[in-house]
């Protein structure tokens, strides 16, 4: 029996150049998005289904949301930059726009958590028990935010290997993957926001 | 796959003035249903320039697009399919 065989990819690879790491990447994008989609389609199901619904901004502030999503948005620009820099060897750039990303992803999980704070300790309490509609918000909502989380604690290993100067202008598979799981999470806050909070 | 920090730079910019127009249609005088059209559709757009150009979604291989791509409609055969489940739940 041989050992340490190597297995060449063949020539016409149906994925390119893409690593392993980045295929299980985009195999978990695709697996936690329907997971995503039986949230939000649950929660229309019920929606239409139900014969009373608040009516748009009457519960759930949608300026602070608003630039809850701008805020997002801005991280996804850094992550990109991050990525972008050390494309070009640039240590420091992918440092700098690790922290502004991960520092917007806290920022964000700060105002989610005043919002629950808010409406927990308001009168009257708007929780998970109160309607159907907060039961889907909260759900919804909190399970993104478990993502944003898990973001945020990915980006800080990564930043710390990037300390350790892990990563350079040949080797930088591993802050396109943490990219793609954090532009995932922007991109399912939009499909979020529209649904839970604007429809 | 390095782009320039100017297309990074417009995909942030749009994005920006689509979420501003969102909001803004739920000020609009219109129809709910062209309010739900006009929010899925902006909506739908702003998560095409995330995957396109910040997941750099377009240098990935056909299959790949192929694999992302085809949930989708079969996302939205289920809830339209639910849709019509609905008028039914009170039979029983």
Redesign the interface.
């Known amino acids: 029996m041989t050992t340490n065989q190597t297995f060449a990819l063949p020539a016409n690879d149906?994925?390119?150049k893409?690593t392993n790491g980045k295929?299980g990447m985009?195999l978990l994008?695709?697996v936690d998005?329907?997971s995503f989609?039986g949230l939000l389609?649950a929660g229309?199901?019920l929606r239409?289904?139900s014969e009373t619904w608040p009516a748009?901004?009457e519960i759930l502030n949608?300026?602070l949301t608003?630039f809850n999503?701008?805020l997002l948005?801005?991280t996804?620009?850094t992550?990109?930059?991050a990525l972008?820099s050390i494309?070009?060897g640039d240590q420091t750039g992918l440092k700098r726009f690790l922290i502004l990303t991960m520092s917007g992803g806290l920022v964000f999980l700060g105002i989610q958590v005043y919002e629950y704070t808010h409406f927990i300790t308001n009168d009257p309490v708007f929780i998970p028990s109160t309607s159907i509609y907060a039961g889907i918000f909260y759900v919804t909502t909190c399970f993104h935010g478990l993502h944003v989380l898990s973001g945020v604690i990915y980006i800080a290993c990564i930043l710390r290997m990037a300390g350790l100067g892990a990563y350079s202008a040949n080797n930088w598979d591993h802050v396109e993957i943490l990219?793609?799981f954090w532009?995932?999470v922007?991109?399912v806050w939009?499909?979020v926001?529209?649904v839970i909070y604007?429809? | 796959m390095?782009?320039p920090?100017s297309i990074?730079?417009k995909?942030?910019f749009y994005?920006?003035v689509l979420?501003?127009l969102?909001?803004g249609?739920?000020y609009l005088s219109i129809s709910q249903t062209g309010?739900?059209v006009l929010?899925?559709a902006?909506?739908s757009t702003?998560?095409m320039l995330?995957?396109w150009?910040?997941?750099h979604l377009r240098y990935?291989?056909k299959?790949?697009k192929r694999?992302?791509f085809i949930?989708i409609p079969a996302?939205i055969l289920?809830?339209i399919a639910?849709?019509y489940d609905?008028p039914f739940?009170w039979v029983i």
């Open positions: 149906p994925f390119g893409a295929l985009w994008i695709i998005g329907l989609a389609i229309v199901a239409v289904s748009v901004g949608i300026p608003a999503t701008f948005i801005c996804s620009f992550m990109v930059m972008n494309q070009k990219g793609l532009h995932f922007d991109l939009i499909l926001f529209t604007l429809i | 390095n782009d920090k990074y730079v995909n942030a994005l920006a979420t501003i969102e909001v249609v739920t309010q739900i929010l899925l902006f909506a702003k998560m995330v995957a150009i910040y997941m990935e291989t299959i790949l694999i992302l949930p996302g289920y809830t639910l849709m609905i739940r």
